[in-house]
Nanobody, 123 residues
Framework: QVQLVESGGGLVQPGGSLKLSCAAS????????MGWYRQAPGKQRELVAR???????NYPDSVKGRFTIFGDNAKNTVYLQMNSLKPEDTAVYYC?????????????????WGQGTQVTVSS
């Protein structure tokens, strides 16, 4: 099917920057959209950024102007550039791929999740 590998998380001071990467691999026919979600302890998972195959993006107000999502279609990779980080950005960040893939002898479409990467913003 489709596997996602994330990297780039870590500890950063408030006001700092981090860049997350997510590479998709497997029996991919096409990537329809990719996105980043986050989940802080005791909270629901929430959308951080999403990019569609045509390049359109959307962000919640909480990160708009600070986070940028962009992709490399040739590598089936999506990046999340996070600037001006705040302590409230601390969470596990998950990559999501809405992908069409070869399933035995036919094509199927599904959402796939990465394993998550920890981002901690603290002084």
């Amino acid at each position: 099917q489709v596997q996602l590998v994330e990297s780039g998380g870590g500890l950063v001071q408030p006001g700092g920057s981090l860049k997350l990467s997510c590479a998709a691999s497997g029996s991919i026919f096409s990537i329809n959209a990719m996105g980043w979600y986050r989940q802080a302890p005791g909270k629901q998972r929430e959308l951080v950024a999403r990019i569609r195959s045509g390049g359109s993006t959307n962000y919640p107000d909480s990160v708009k102007g600070r986070f940028t999502i962009f992709g490399d279609n040739a590598k089936n990779t999506v990046y999340l550039q996070m600037n001006s980080l705040k302590p409230e950005d601390t969470a596990v960040y998950y990559c999501l791929a809405d992908a069409t893939y070869l399933n035995r002898s036919s094509y199927a479409r599904n959402d796939f999740w990465g394993q998550g990467t920890q981002v901690t913003v603290s002084s």
